[in-house]
């Protein structure tokens, strides 16, 4: 409630929060969390430089939350909407641009040397559009920095990469769909050749709901000559 007084102690909480070891108690690791996201929504507010190492931090946290067992993904999923949430629905005029901040900040995870926590921040983003779908394309830069991860050697980065664009497709609504299907199809076919980790599968899902939402031949006007053989078999089917 007194967001002034938690960022002149901040030093001191964040001491105290990062000091905890929840280990597999979830009714503390919840409470942490809790702690968490009053203080980054705060933070995010307030928008000074002196707390923006503090905001990453515990943003990191959230994002190897997601990465953790199920439970903790849970609570780390939930904590993230309420994050979300209260910077949509802030009273502030400038509620949109808290909530791009929030975008930005896991967008910069995405040029982490881990593949750890890039697929945890790309799981964050697929979470953060598929509450606003359209609101993610207001964000400069999101979806290309995704797509462009499709290109990265570790499985776990593929893999939520593919999941991000399925979430993507299915949120979006037809005409905002249609400025970016070529991006799309360009960054998924080249994973249509490859049937280890289900990847062709979850390809041929993507390509499926896109051509039910634009038709098929607006996605045919924009798939490569060397794809357009598997396009038109999933079209078939």
Same mark, same amino acid.
């Given at each position: 409630?007194?967001?002034? !007084?938690?960022?002149?102690?901040?030093?001191?909480?964040? %001491?105290?929060?990062?000091?905890?070891?929840?280990?597999?108690?979830?009714?503390?690791?919840?409470?942490?969390?809790?702690? !968490?996201?009053?203080?980054?929504?705060? %933070?995010?507010?307030?928008?000074?430089?002196?707390?923006?190492?503090?905001? +990453?931090?515990?943003?990191?946290?959230?994002?190897?939350?997601?990465?953790?067992?199920?439970?903790?993904?849970?609570?780390?999923?939930?904590?993230?909407?309420?994050?979300?949430?209260?910077?949509?629905?802030?009273?502030?005029?400038?509620?949109?641009?808290?909530?791009?901040?929030?975008?930005? %900040?896991? %967008?910069? !995870?995405?040029?982490?040397?881990? *593949?750890?926590?890039?697929?945890?921040?790309?799981?964050?983003?697929?979470?953060?559009?598929?509450?606003?779908?359209?609101?993610?394309?207001?964000? *400069?830069?999101?979806?290309?920095?995704?797509?462009?991860?499709?290109?990265?050697?570790?499985?776990?980065?593929?893999?939520?990469?593919?999941?991000?664009?399925?979430?993507?497709? /299915?949120?979006?609504?037809?005409?905002?769909?249609?400025?970016?299907?070529?991006?799309?199809? /360009?960054?998924?076919?080249?994973?249509?050749?490859?049937?280890?980790?289900? +990847?062709?599968?979850?390809?041929?899902?993507?390509?499926?709901?896109?051509?039910?939402?634009?038709? +098929?031949?607006?996605?045919?006007?924009?798939?490569?000559?060397? !794809?357009?053989?598997?396009?038109?078999?999933?079209?078939?089917?």
């Amino acid at each position: 409630e007194h967001h002034e !007084y938690s960022l002149a102690q901040l030093d001191e909480i964040m %001491m105290l929060l990062h000091g905890i070891k929840p280990d597999s108690n979830n009714a503390v690791l919840e409470g942490q969390l809790v702690c !968490y996201k009053y203080l980054l929504v705060h %933070m995010i507010k307030v928008n000074e430089e002196s707390t923006s190492k503090k905001a +990453f931090l515990i943003l990191n946290e959230l994002i190897l939350a997601l990465k953790s067992k199920k439970e903790s993904r849970r609570l780390a999923y939930d904590v993230l909407l309420a994050i979300s949430t209260s910077l949509r629905s802030s009273e502030l005029n400038n509620g949109d641009s808290d909530l791009q901040r929030l975008f930005t %900040m896991v %967008m910069g !995870y995405l040029s982490s040397p881990s *593949p750890h926590i890039v697929s945890g921040a790309i799981a964050a983003l697929s979470l953060l559009i598929y509450t606003d779908a359209d609101f993610c394309v207001e964000v *400069p830069n999101l979806i290309p920095s995704v797509l462009v991860l499709l290109q990265n050697k570790a499985i776990e980065v593929i893999k939520a990469s593919l999941g991000f664009v399925k979430v993507l497709v /299915t949120s979006l609504q037809s005409e905002k769909l249609l400025g970016l299907q070529a991006d799309i199809m /360009t960054g998924i076919l080249p994973m249509s050749s490859v049937t280890k980790h289900h +990847f062709k599968g979850k390809v041929i899902l993507i390509v499926e709901i896109l051509i039910r939402k634009c038709g +098929f031949d607006a996605i045919d006007l924009v798939t490569p000559e060397k !794809y357009k053989e598997f396009v038109r078999s999933v079209e078939e089917v």
